[in-house]
């Protein structure tokens, strides 16, 4: 962990402001500075990254940006600034692009891996063959942030890297860093709802990953009844996870129960413990492989769906 530690935030809506207010606590943050066009009081503001006077007095950069920004934002730091952290929010990129990282190290914004129901499951699945997995994540999209009109959010825009499938890659992401990659799969990408948008509302795909995992996933933003699910089938046992009640449920071929369940989880407590990680050990965290990774299922899913 630094002793002193100096951060910029690029991009300040609701994610970057949420970055924002779990650093705030970290105690060896000495300054956070913001690249945004809004007027925040007693911060300093530079309105573009260009603008900043000299990058190299930065610890570790927070990419908060709509997903179409992140691209020339992460080619310009790596070109300005060595040996440094580079947090950027998922996914990398809209779509697959080439882009070398070569002068500081960069992870991802998947904040769900550090659930902790993941830490039980890891520990439990270890020495099991995880034959299929099941995956559904929905949320009526007009619902997701209180104070803004869904029409008006990148989500709903294609062009600015919205879409359910962008929007919803965490799922991707802990299904290929806990049953490996997939290496095929069948999609179907689509905008089947009544919502105002350009961008996709509904995702489904059926697959098998590297470790010959058989894998189902179905995201959308048409659910009013809010779920983050997976169903988990071994040799042994059943796993049954919701993240909404962070409750996860295990049965085994005699009909024994087990049930693990984690009540009052801080709201801000995962992206604690992933800045805690980047900042120290770099353990669990999403790196820019892994994220790159990410990129090439969703560029396999759109390239089926063109």
Request: glycine share 4%; proline share 2%.
């Amino acid at each position: 962990m630094y002793n002193k530690l100096k951060i910029l935030i690029i991009g300040y809506g609701s994610i970057g402001k949420r970055h924002d207010e779990v650093l705030q606590d970290f105690k060896h943050v000495e300054a956070i500075d913001i690249v945004t066009k809004q007027t925040i009081p007693n911060r300093v503001t530079y309105r573009k990254l260009e603008d900043v006077v000299d990058l190299q007095t930065y610890d570790y950069f927070i990419i908060a940006s709509p997903t179409y920004k992140h691209y020339e934002q992460l080619k310009f730091l790596d070109k300005n600034v060595s040996d440094k952290m580079i947090f950027c929010e998922k996914p990398l990129f809209e779509t697959k692009k080439d882009l070398e990282i070569v002068n500081n190290k960069v992870y991802i914004g998947y904040v769900l891996r550090f659930h902790p129901l993941f830490k039980e499951l890891k520990n439990k699945i270890k020495d099991e063959k995880v034959l299929s997995v099941n995956i559904n994540c929905g949320q009526y999209l007009p619902t997701w942030r209180a104070d803004t009109n869904y029409r008006d959010s990148y989500s709903a825009k294609k062009e600015e890297g919205g879409g359910v499938l962008l929007d919803l890659s965490h799922e991707i992401d802990y299904l290929q860093w806990l049953f490996g990659q997939v290496i095929e799969l069948k999609s179907y990408q689509t905008i089947i709802s009544d919502l105002e948008i350009s961008s996709d509302d509904l995702v489904t795909f059926v697959g098998i990953t590297d470790k010959n995992t058989v894998v189902n996933l179905s995201i959308d933003y048409i659910s009013k009844i809010t779920n983050r699910e997976m169903l988990i089938h071994t040799n042994e046992n059943t796993y049954q996870l919701d993240f909404i009640l962070n409750k996860m449920v295990q049965k085994n071929k005699a009909g024994l129960e087990q049930v693990c369940f984690f009540k009052d989880l801080q709201r801000n407590y995962m992206f604690k413990k992933m800045h805690q990680s980047i900042l120290s050990e770099q353990k669990d965290v999403c790196t820019y492989d892994e994220g790159l990774r990410v990129m090439d299922t969703i560029t396999k899913i759109q390239e089926q769906n063109k």
